[in-house]
């Protein structure tokens, strides 16, 4: 079984976040980059895969050479070799043709995104791969079984869970469930140094694809003030401050 | 000149990092009340590599360069410096002494469980009246034509009833004073090994620290380390890239210390604001992250000299002086920051504080540190 695992570079999630000076761009000075927690959830699926039948897992992200190293992170932990697709990703929608082109010239059976990366939250990479691909697509998934020409999965819904069974090959947008916190891995000694001798493939693009949307700001959330507790049995204190404070009744 | 750590460097220190956080935290502060040796930890830590880090892949290693090891070393003593010390040990003195100087047959037979952690190992020079002044070797080893008898006692011997290893430097004739000593390697399982209690230590208290005592133990002559008078010379070298990993182990005491100390002074108020926001406490943690960042410079520039094959004793005493001179400061300020919470063992510092004093002690004092330096600057 082939898997594919596509990684979106993100800030760490302790970063103090800056823009640059047009307001357009995260400031990149002093920030830490890792895998989007949400692809990692799917990194370690695609892993534990591999250790139980086999499976041969590659690992993409869409970036300049910052991706590199969440790439050679994910080589570390046990992907068997890494692609680094040489554009921008500031658009969902480049990034998902560009890794969809990528995918019709190699075949995978399973091909796994993070729900959603944890800078933009745009959520939109994996539908846009599996609507490019004509494939079916399984999101918010919280768990998985195969074969080798079906799976079965556990998708979280808004009332509960959802458990569907699709063909192969599919994409697949996984998060949180799909495997726990405890079982991400951290690379050991004997990782790295495997990675070092394991492909690292830098590809530019074919085609330029555009989001048609421009992003005119970004601004940060207005800071959380104190919070205040008032007893029980002051109703009348708790209406004025909603009232008079917050402003919202 | 550049001083970016390389990617696959920073990948190290994050792993050790998390390794760290996530393994040698939960339990840290019962395992130091109770001396609890930190057996399921250092499983994982031979596990994930850190237990072998620079010995050749060949023999089971990872592989690495010497400031990989103390990136690790810094990150593992942030958290659980007994967990480091034994680390330690077993890379800088045990692995490397074998690897460096021992003979293929004996890389063959004992690196491999001792890079990959399954077993541990033990490095045995200091004794009851032989702690600086380890040419005074009162352990003697007689050559009886096809082996050695050994007999004596060694102290203070980290990871003295858990190792199944141990690197024992003994007098062999006296008469050639330091030129007749060597070093043999001695399993466990000898005959007339004998391991001591546990010492009651005021810090590292979860790793095991004995005295061991050889009585009549017979040593085969192809354990011995080097040729015959070699013994002085292995283990001085031997301790001169030590010094190296205590040194990164004061680091990581103070760095440890420092992070905590920062983390409290942003959170807990006084005078109406962030203690932080007191130029008290400011200066005192400005004054720390500053000799972090020197003690880290002088280990890494030791470790650099030590992959270039450049002569690193200088650097390394004064990384390992200066290290542990400051993480002895830096963790008494950080318990002074903490205040009364400072002073109970739930905030860590306090057992930081006890877990620095060592390291201006042990693999050569401090003041044989400055002895070492003073010899290079006054050649």
């Given at each position: ?65 910052k ?16 692609v ?9 929608k ?24 944890i ?97 005119l ?22 209406v004025?401050?909603?009232?008079k404070?917050a402003?919202?009744? | ?39 399921s ?82 490095f ?56 007749g ?13 004998t ?34 008078g ?19 182990q ?20 006084a ?56 993480a ?12 009364g ?39």
């Amino acid at each position: 079984m082939n898997i594919l695992v596509c990684i979106s570079c993100v800030p760490d999630t302790t970063s103090k976040i800056n823009f640059t000076q047009n307001k357009k761009k995260l400031d990149e000075e002093g920030i830490t980059f890792i895998i989007n927690p949400y692809d990692e959830f799917c990194l370690t699926k695609a892993i534990f895969m591999k250790e139980s039948s086999g499976a041969n897992v590659t690992v993409i992200s869409v970036g300049d050479s910052k991706s590199e190293s969440v790439l050679r992170k994910a080589l570390a932990i046990g992907a068997d070799n890494a692609v680094r697709i040489n554009a921008d990703s500031d658009s969902s929608k480049s990034v998902a043709n560009l890794i969809a082109d990528y995918c019709s010239k190699n075949k995978f059976d399973i091909i796994f995104c993070g729900r959603e990366s944890i800078d933009f939250n745009g959520g939109q990479v994996p539908g846009f791969i599996a609507a490019k691909l004509n494939l079916p697509f399984i999101n918010s998934c919280v768990g998985l079984d195969y074969t080798d020409d079906k799976i079965n999965a556990k998708r979280e819904i808004d009332s509960g869970h959802e458990m569907c069974e699709c063909s192969l090959p599919a994409v697949v947008a996984g998060q949180k469930g799909l495997v726990e916190e405890k079982d991400l891995k951290i690379p050991s000694m004997r990782g790295i140094m495997t990675a070092r001798t394991k492909p690292l493939e830098i590809l530019d693009p074919e085609s330029t694809y555009n989001n048609n949307i421009e992003i005119l700001e970004l601004s940060k959330p207005s800071e959380r003030s104190d919070c205040k507790i008032i007893s029980e049995d002051n109703v009348g204190e708790l209406v004025q401050l909603l009232h008079k404070e917050a402003k919202v009744i | 000149m550049n001083f970016e750590l390389s990617s696959e460097q920073k990948l190290i220190r994050d792993s050790a990092r998390d390794f760290a956080n996530n393994e040698l935290l939960p339990g840290v502060i019962e395992r130091d009340e109770l001396k609890q040796f930190p057996q399921s930890q250092i499983k994982k830590m031979g596990e994930m590599g850190f237990m072998g880090m620079m010995v050749n892949p060949k023999y089971g290693g990872g592989g690495m360069d010497t400031v990989s090891y103390i990136l690790a070393m810094e990150e593992i003593s942030k958290i659980d410096a007994s967990c480091s010390v034994i680390m330690s040990v077993n890379n800088s003195l045990v692995c490397w002494g074998i690897e460096k100087y021992g003979t293929d047959e004996q890389k063959n037979k004992f690196l491999p469980e001792l890079a990959s952690g399954k077993i541990i190992g033990a490095f045995c020079l200091s004794e009851p009246e032989a702690g600086s002044d380890a040419t005074s070797q009162k352990t003697t080893a007689k050559d009886m034509g096809d082996h050695y008898l050994l007999n004596g006692t060694k102290n203070w011997i980290t990871n003295g009833s858990t190792a199944s290893v141990y690197l024992v430097i003994a007098q062999t004739d006296i008469e050639k004073g330091h030129k007749g000593i060597n070093a043999f390697i001695v399993e466990k399982s000898f005959d007339g090994v004998t391991i001591g209690p546990r010492e009651n230590k005021l810090g590292i208290r979860s790793s095991d620290t004995t005295s061991i005592m050889f009585s009549d133990v017979v040593v085969p002559k192809e354990n011995r380390i080097g040729d015959d008078g070699f013994g002085f010379k292995f283990a001085m070298k031997t301790l001169e890239g030590g010094r190296i990993g205590i040194a990164a182990q004061a680091l990581g005491i103070a760095a440890g210390a420092y992070e905590l100390s920062l983390k409290y002074a942003k959170e807990r108020k006084a005078f109406g604001k962030e203690i932080i926001k007191h130029q008290a406490i400011a200066f005192k943690l400005a004054d720390m992250a500053t000799e972090i960042d020197c003690g880290r410079l002088l280990c890494i520039k030791a470790g650099w000299q030590k992959d270039n094959d450049i002569d690193y004793s200088q650097t390394g005493s004064m990384a390992k002086l200066y290290c542990a001179e400051k993480a002895m400061r830096i963790t008494t300020e950080a318990v002074q920051i903490h205040g009364g919470y400072g002073f109970v063992k739930e905030y860590h510092v306090e057992r930081l504080m006890r877990d620095a004093k060592i390291t201006q002690i042990y693999e050569g004092t401090s003041e044989i540190q400055k002895i070492v330096i003073s010899r290079f600057i006054l050649k």
